[in-house]
């Protein structure tokens, strides 16, 4: 059996059980479960502290994690563990900040204190860029750091900026890393099962981002209506009863929906429809 960790709290908790029960697996009903047996998809989950899936995934103790980008770069277990798909939400950036005004370049923290609940990754962005500074480690909160006197300066998880600028704080200096929720894996391994659990997922990724286009449209315009729904491989089109028309059925982006239907009505298409799609295998 495929063994899976999963996030047991965090911003990443719920969002993890949704794209996983959205992939067909049962997921437990209590947050005092700590194991789930799936035997019906063969898979086994653990439900693990964010910041140590990285750790079990990296000693082999279990096949695959769901994480954060930012989590798994702090465990510094890369030599033994890998990314191996990115899973588009829990997006944020950790970044460098201070009370606004204070510092403009990362340069300027030379010899300074800097508050951080991410050591590893800190430790390592400061190694990369050659800047010798003081890492205090804090558990959370770290906004309060510097106005408490731990610290000059922190390096955080900022997502819409909000805990930031309510602390009287701004970010400075290039982004140290781009996270999001990503799914990581043991090194050069392939255990059974795995093909599967990622071909799930990706199907739920592109079903998140496309959705069904159905038209109508005068056989003389197939041509131009196609190629503003070229879909993700080739429109189906179909005969109708009025053999001067066809039904054309393509994928289209959801982002982009509207000015395809746009597009497709100025074009002389109608009974132009836009449906969900639940799940997909490309
Ligand atoms: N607004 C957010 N706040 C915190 N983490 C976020 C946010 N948005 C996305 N994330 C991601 O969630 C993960 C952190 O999750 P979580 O908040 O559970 O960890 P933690 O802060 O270390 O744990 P805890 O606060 O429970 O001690 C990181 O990968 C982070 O990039
Ligand atoms: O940019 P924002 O949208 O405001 O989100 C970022 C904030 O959220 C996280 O804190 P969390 O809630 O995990 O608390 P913690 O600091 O105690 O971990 C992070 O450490 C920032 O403080
Ligand atoms: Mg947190």
Redo the contacts with the bound molecule.
Sequence with gaps: MLRIAVPNK??LSELAIEILTEAGYHQRRSSRELVLVDPENQVEFFYLRPRDIAVYVGQGSLDVGLTGRDLFADARVKDTAEEIMALGFGA?TFRLAAPAGTFTATAELAGKRIAT?YDGLLAAYLEKIGLDAEIVHLD????SAVSLGVADAIA?????????RAAGMEVFGEPILASEAIMIGQTGKHPEGLDVLLRRLQGVLVARRWLMIDYDVDKALLEQATAVTPGLESPTISPLQDESMVAVRSMVQKDDVHRVMDELYVLGARAILVSEIHAIRL
């Design positions: 965090g911003a944020s609940s959370g909160a770290v906004e955080d998880v900022v997502e819409t900026g909000n805990t930031l």
